[in-house]
């Protein structure tokens, strides 16, 4: 047995400069894409115009970036191959105000040091060009003049030559050169000023101009997202704070399977953070389908002084300096854009007799209504895809579901229901019971509620011109339009109900089709939210306080969040370090599992230092309230009535979805009915 004396004990010492680019190449270089990545963005930086990409077997053969940049000087060849040499930053400053996409000065020294490497740069439009190559180690035998135009080309060949454990775990040409396609895609999507050429084994895949005006921007977003993308997703902007956030959000219809179409750039750089996804998916809430994923391209521009991009190798994560800030001004801002779009913003642009083709509809409807009168229990609702999403107009308020019926759609002074007070942002619709003979106060109580009303953040410089040829979501409501006559109404005028489930309805350019319970839903849902925002917080004291044990972590949770407990109606008193007792409650949450409903709190507290759990358990006991007060299938309704549900689907918020996500209405315009029926062939 070996005494401990006689253990060797390892010495430290420095690792060689080769050895420490390629330990450093596995965080910067993981597979072609990634070089691709480093490249293109010092290209960015270095002012390009102009980026060719040739790729050869998926990137493992070869990669050749050529830019018409600013060049590398000749006396900097050699350096900028060295570890950690940039032009970008110079002082520990720099580091609080990066407006670049690189700055770590890692890219060229770990991609040399595993690949036969080869750097040509030129300076001048005219000036000599000179050349610099490495095979798997630093340094060259020297520099060679050459022939080049303004700007750089480097060339990359057999990628992880030297270190065949890398190579070994890449995966087949087909999938690298995905992945290569990926990174060209979302970096045109950030830089319109740039255009692409992506070339892969001699074939263009792409070649995207410089996008100098909004109609050439949204035609580069449609070539990299798709005709589906680009028809179903609307363009909305919203300055505050110092912070601005803008780009194409699509309506909830088009949502995906999986979080493939989601692009977030915080001063055109693509970022992942949990922040931002989860104020996307409360902006979101109550309009999207199961477990569906929106689709979506956004833009934050920030102060660089308020977000530090130094925290990820790759860099592709950011910390915010005001993180809850951030989060509510993105939600709030793509909440109101959702909710301010009508179902005439759908049908702006299109036109029956428009000589030139509109752009593809899809054959969903559009969104936001307001409250409608409840009254029976629900009806089933159809699932159905693709709908339009526009810009904010309540309609007028209509009195629902009178008997007697008046005028074609002259405009009525009476509210369907009991008037809530003061809703939010527009005059709330009363519900009035489907019945055909009155009642005389159909509007069940809602549940109260102990949300505070969120405020809507209007866009500080609304757009004077919408861009063109784009759908501009509004980020405020207009007030309500009148139309005297109804085939000027966005869905038109009732003329028959189908299977006592649908409405059918015509206007101007065509048919349309209502799940008149989804939409008699989402009325009487977003009513019931209006009204329990207006209301005080009814508060039920608890008979036997419930003592609720906590974890350190959940302690400190609970400090930073109990004045938002007290706001909703929580009466909390700690009791030891690890326990707490609650002795109040809102009297709408008084059958939850309070102990478990706490922890959950505390949980969205550690996870991302806010929660909406308290709004959301809220929202989803009025949106049962409102599924069991809908008008049901079956229920005979007169053209009065039925008219009088289009034009609240009109008014309210969200109207294009019911409380499930499920669509509420779809339209099919001249030019889809007469290709059903070949007509004009």
């Not at 894409?33 to 290209?43: I, R, T």
């Not at 055109?268 to 109550?286: E, G, P």
């Not at 085939?487 to 005028?493: I, R």
Request: aromatic share 6%; with cysteine.
């Amino acid at each position: 047995m070996k005494s401990e004396s006689s253990q060797i004990i390892p010495r430290v010492k420095a690792l060689t400069t080769q050895l420490a680019n390629k330990i450093a190449a596995g965080e910067v270089v993981e597979r072609p894409a990634s070089v691709v990545k480093e490249l293109a963005e010092n290209s960015i930086d270095a002012g390009a115009t102009q980026l060719d990409v040739d790729i050869e077997k998926g990137g493992l053969l070869q990669i050749r970036i050529r830019d018409n940049g600013c060049g590398i000087h000749r006396d900097d060849l050699e350096l900028a191959l060295a570890p950690h040499a940039t032009s970008k930053i110079s002082e520990f400053e720099d580091l609080s105000n990066i407006v670049s996409l690189g700055f770590r000065g890692e890219a060229l020294a770990s991609i040399s040091s595993i690949s036969r490497f080869t750097l040509t740069s030129c300076t001048e439009p005219h000036g000599d060009a000179w050349q610099i190559q490495c095979e798997g180690k630093l340094g060259s035998p020297g520099q060679v003049p050459t022939a080049h135009p303004k700007g750089t080309s480097i060339e990359v060949r057999d990628i992880f030559f030297n270190v065949p454990a890398r190579r070994k775990f890449l995966k087949s040409e087909k999938t690298e050169f995905s992945h290569i396609e990926q990174v060209i895609t979302r970096l045109a999507l950030a830089h319109f000023g740039v255009g692409f050429l992506l070339r892969h084994n001699n074939k263009v895949i792409y070649d995207l101009r410089p996008a100098e005006t909004a109609s050439e921007e949204q035609r580069r977003v449609r070539l990299i997202m798709g005709d589906d993308f680009n028809n179903a997703s609307w363009y909305f902007e919203n300055t505050r704070d110092g912070m601005t956030v803008q780009g194409w959000i699509a309506q909830p219809s088009f949502s995906r399977s999986q979080a493939d179409m989601q692009y977030f750039y915080v001063n055109s750089r693509l970022i992942r953070d949990k922040h931002v996804s989860h104020a996307v998916r409360m902006a979101y809430k109550d309009v999207l389908y199961g477990g569906r994923f929106p689709a979506f391209i956004i833009y934050l521009s920030i102060d660089p002084d308020l977000v530090d991009v130094n925290v990820h190798p790759q860099k592709s994560e950011v910390r915010f300096q005001e993180s809850r800030k951030v989060h509510d001004f993105i939600r709030q801002s793509i909440n109101a854009a959702i909710s301010g779009i009508r179902p005439e913003q759908y049908f702006e642009d299109d036109e029956i007799q428009e000589p030139e083709p509109p752009k593809p509809q899809l054959s969903a409807p559009a969104e936001t209504p307001r409250p409608i009168e409840p009254e029976q229990p629900a009806a089933p609702v159809h699932q159905q895809d693709n709908q339009k999403i526009k810009s904010p107009p309540p309609s007028t308020v209509a009195k629902t579901f009178d008997i007697e019926p008046k005028k074609a759609y002259e405009p009525q002074q009476e509210p369907l229901v009991n008037k809530p007070t003061q809703p939010p942002v527009q005059p709330s619709l009363p519900i009035e019971s489907v019945d055909p003979e009155p009642i005389p106060d159909p509007t069940p109580e809602p549940p109260k509620s102990i949300d505070k009303p969120v405020q809507k953040p209007a866009a500080d410089k609304p757009k004077d011109e919408p861009q063109p040829k784009q759908k501009v979501a509004p980020m405020q409501q207009p007030k309500p339009k009148v139309y005297t006559d109804p085939m000027d109404a966005p869905l038109g005028q009732a003329l028959a109900q189908l299977k006592g489930i649908y409405i059918l309805a015509e206007n101007k350019t065509g048919m349309i089709l209502v799940d008149m319970h989804a939409a008699h839903e989402r009325i009487i849902y977003e009513h019931f939210k209006t009204r329990q925002q207006d209301e005080n917080i009814p508060v039920q004291q608890l008979l036997l306080p419930v003592q609720v044990k906590l974890s350190l972590d959940e302690m400190a949770a609970w400090e930073d969040c109990q004045s938002l407990l007290e706001e909703h109606g929580f009466e909390i008193d700690p009791i030891s370090d690890r326990e707490i007792l609650v002795r109040a409650l809102p009297a709408i949450l008084s059958k939850e599992n309070l102990e478990g409903f706490i922890h959950d709190i505390l949980a969205d507290i550690l996870a991302v230092e806010q929660t909406n759990r308290i709004q959301d358990k809220i929202h989803e006991i009025l949106a049962s309230c409102a599924c069991q007060t809908a008008v049901r299938a079956n229920r005979q309704l007169s053209l009065n009535e039925m008219n009088q549900l289009l034009r609240q689907i009109e008014s309210t918020e969200k109207s294009g979805q019911c409380n499930h996500g499920r669509p509420t209405w779809t339209h099919f315009n001249m030019k889809e009915l007469d290709k059903m029926f070949l007509r004009g062939r």
